[in-house]
C-alpha cells in the first residue's frame, strides 16, 4: 500500500486528467495558440502580408532600376508585371496558408504551381518561397519526417528548375539594383562583375530558397517531435494511472481475503468452541450444575474474546487514526485450555515456548493452533486423543495437532477455507503447512514458520 501511495504522488497529486499541454508546460501565449490553432495561422499569414508589401516596394524599385539602367525597355511594362505579380503571390500564398493545418500536402503543392505560375508572368518568385518554407513545415509537423522529406525533394526541385529558366529579379538583383535608378548605365556598367541574369545570380536565389525549405522541415519535424514527447508522456501518466487502479482493486481484493480469513479465525474457531461447550453445559445442566454453571463462563469469555477479536479485525477498515492492531500477546495455553474445556483429550507440549518477537509469525502460531484445533472439535468429535506440540528451532517454530481421528460423525465437511487460510498464512512467511489424514487413521497438521533473529531475543 505505501509503495502504490508513493506512485500516485508522483504521477499525481490530483484527480484531474493530464493533458498535453501542461506536459509541455509552455507559455501563456504558446498554449492560447495550441488551444487555438488558427490564432497562429491567422498570425503566420499576417506575417507573409507584411513582408510582401514591404518585399512590393523593393522589388518595384529594383524594376524601376532596371529600366533606368537600360535593361529593359520604358514601354515593356516591367514594373507593374512585376509588382502585381509579387503582390498577387502574397495574396495567393497568404491565402493558402490558412489551410496548410488540415491540408499541408494540397496548399504545398498549390503553393509550388503558384510559384511556377510568377515565375512564368514575371518572372519574380516573391515571398512564395517563405510561404513553401512554411507548407512544409507544417508537412512535417503532421505527416512525419517521411513526407517532409518527399515534398521538399519534390519542392525543391520544380522551383530551383523553374528559378535557373525563367527567374529575372531575384534576391541578388533586388540588393544591387534597388537604388539604380539614381546611377547613370555608365556608372553601373564599371561596378557590375558578372552578365545580367548570370548562373552565379540565380545561385543566390536556389540558396536562399533552400536555407528557407530546410528551416521548414526542420522546425515542423521539432514541433512534432515534441507533440508526440508530450503524448507518450500523457500515455505513460495513464498507464500508470490505469496499473495504479489496478493495484488498488489488487489490493482491496487482498484485503478482503485477508478479513475473510481473520474473520473465518475469529468466528468460526470461537463459535465452534461456544456450541461445543454450549452443548456440554446442556447435557450437565441436570447432574453436574457446576460443571454446567463454567461451561456457561467459558462461552461468555470465549465470546467476550471472540468480540474483542472482531473489533480488532474490522478496525483496519476504519478512517487513518484508527490503530486497526492485531494481537501481538500469544497465550497459547489459554487456547488449548479452551478447546480442553469442550472435551478435547488434549495433550500438549512446549506452550511455554518462547516465540519470536516477530508479531506475524507470533500471531501466525496462534492461528494455526486455533484452527487446528478447531477442525478436530468439528471434523473429528469423539477423538480418544489429540496431541498437540510447538517447537522452536534455530531457524523456524514448528506447529504440530495430531489426532486419533473422531469416533462420531462431524458437524459438516467444511468449505476448506482453514487449510488454505494456513497455507496462505505460512506462505507469506516463506513457510509452509501440510495437512492430512495419518497412517493407522486420524490427522496431522505440520507447520513450519521461518523466522530470523534481526528483531531481537525472543520474549
Request: aromatic content about 2%; proline content about 7%.
Given at each position: 500500500?505505501?509503495?502504490?501511495?508513493?506512485?500516485?504522488?508522483?504521477?499525481?497529486?490530483?484527480?484531474?486528467?493530464?493533458?498535453?499541454?501542461?506536459?509541455?508546460?509552455?507559455?501563456?501565449?504558446?498554449?492560447?495558440?495550441?488551444?487555438?490553432?488558427?490564432?497562429?495561422?491567422?498570425?503566420?499569414?499576417?506575417?507573409?502580408?507584411?513582408v510582401g508589401l514591404v518585399g512590393a516596394m523593393f522589388v518595384q524599385e529594383t524594376a524601376s532600376g532596371a529600366v533606368a539602367l537600360g535593361l529593359y525597355?520604358?514601354?515593356?511594362?516591367?514594373?507593374?508585371?512585376?509588382?502585381t505579380?509579387?503582390?498577387?503571390?502574397?495574396?495567393?500564398?497568404?491565402g493558402l496558408l490558412l489551410l496548410r493545418r488540415t491540408r499541408p500536402i494540397t496548399v504545398t503543392v498549390l503553393l509550388t504551381v503558384a510559384a511556377l505560375a510568377s515565375l512564368l508572368a514575371a518572372g519574380v518568385l516573391g515571398v512564395l518561397g517563405a510561404c513553401l518554407a512554411c507548407a512544409l513545415y507544417s508537412v512535417a509537423a503532421e505527416r512525419g519526417a517521411t513526407a517532409a522529406w518527399a515534398a521538399f525533394g519534390g519542392v525543391f526541385t520544380v522551383v530551383t528548375v523553374a528559378l535557373w529558366r525563367w527567374q529575372d529579379l531575384g534576391i541578388i538583383e533586388i540588393i544591387l539594383w534597388s537604388g539604380a535608378s539614381l546611377l547613370s548605365p555608365s556608372e553601373f556598367g564599371q561596378d557590375l562583375q558578372e552578365p545580367l541574369f548570370s548562373p552565379g545570380?540565380?545561385?543566390?536565389?536556389?540558396?536562399?530558397?533552400?536555407?528557407?525549405?530546410l528551416l521548414g522541415v526542420a522546425f515542423g519535424s521539432a514541433a512534432r517531435a515534441r507533440r508526440l514527447h508530450a503524448a507518450d508522456l500523457v500515455e505513460r501518466y495513464r498507464s500508470l494511472a490505469r496499473e495504479r487502479d489496478h493495484s488498488a482493486a489488487m489490493a482491496r481484493a487482498a484485503e478482503r481475503a485477508h478479513i475473510a480469513r481473520e474473520m473465518h479465525d475469529v468466528v468460526a474457531h470461537s463459535l465452534s468452541v461456544m456450541v461445543a461447550l454450549a452443548d456440554g453445559a446442556d447435557a450437565a445442566f441436570e447432574r453436574a450444575p457446576d460443571r454446567s454453571r463454567e461451561a456457561v463462563r467459558q462461552v461468555a469469555g470465549t465470546g467476550r474474546s471472540a468480540l474483542a477479536d472482531m473489533q480488532r479485525v474490522l478496525g483496519a477498515l476504519g478512517p487513518a487514526g484508527g490503530d486497526g492492531t492485531e494481537p501481538t500477546e500469544v497465550d497459547l495455553p489459554t487456547v488449548v485450555e479452551r478447546f480442553a474445556v469442550t472435551g478435547i483429550p488434549v495433550t500438549a507440549t512446549g506452550l511455554d515456548t518462547?516465540?519470536?518477537?516477530?508479531?506475524?509469525?507470533?500471531?501466525a502460531v496462534l492461528r494455526i493452533l486455533g484452527e487446528a484445533l478447531?477442525?478436530?472439535?468439528?471434523?473429528?468429535?469423539?477423538?480418544?486423543?489429540?496431541?498437540?506440540?510447538?517447537?522452536?528451532?534455530?531457524?523456524?517454530?514448528?506447529?504440530?495437532?495430531?489426532?486419533?481421528?473422531?469416533t462420531r460423525a462431524g458437524s459438516g465437511g467444511g468449505t476448506g477455507r482453514g487449510i488454505v487460510g494456513m497455507r496462505e498464512r505460512a506462505a507469506l512467511l516463506g513457510g509452509r503447512v501440510e495437512a492430512g489424514p495419518v497412517s493407522g487413521g486420524g490427522w496431522r497438521v505440520h507447520a513450519v514458520l521461518p523466522w530470523s533473529d534481526d528483531g531481537g531475543e525472543a520474549r
Open positions: 500500500m505505501v509503495i502504490r501511495r508513493a506512485v500516485v504522488r508522483a504521477v499525481r497529486t490530483d484527480d484531474e486528467p493530464l493533458t498535453e499541454e501542461q506536459v509541455r508546460g509552455a507559455s501563456p501565449v504558446a498554449r492560447l495558440v495550441t488551444a487555438r490553432p488558427w490564432v497562429q495561422d491567422v498570425a503566420v499569414a499576417g506575417a507573409i502580408v507584411v525597355p520604358p514601354d515593356a511594362g516591367i514594373v507593374q508585371s512585376v509588382t505579380a509579387w503582390l498577387v503571390g502574397t495574396a495567393v500564398g497568404a545570380r540565380r545561385m543566390g536565389s536556389v540558396l536562399l530558397l533552400l536555407v528557407l525549405l518462547a516465540l519470536p518477537q516477530d508479531t506475524a509469525v507470533r500471531l478447531t477442525n478436530v472439535l468439528r471434523h473429528a468429535p469423539g477423538a480418544p486423543s489429540v496431541e498437540v506440540s510447538v517447537r522452536r528451532t534455530p531457524t523456524a517454530v514448528e506447529v504440530d495437532v495430531v489426532d486419533a481421528g473422531g
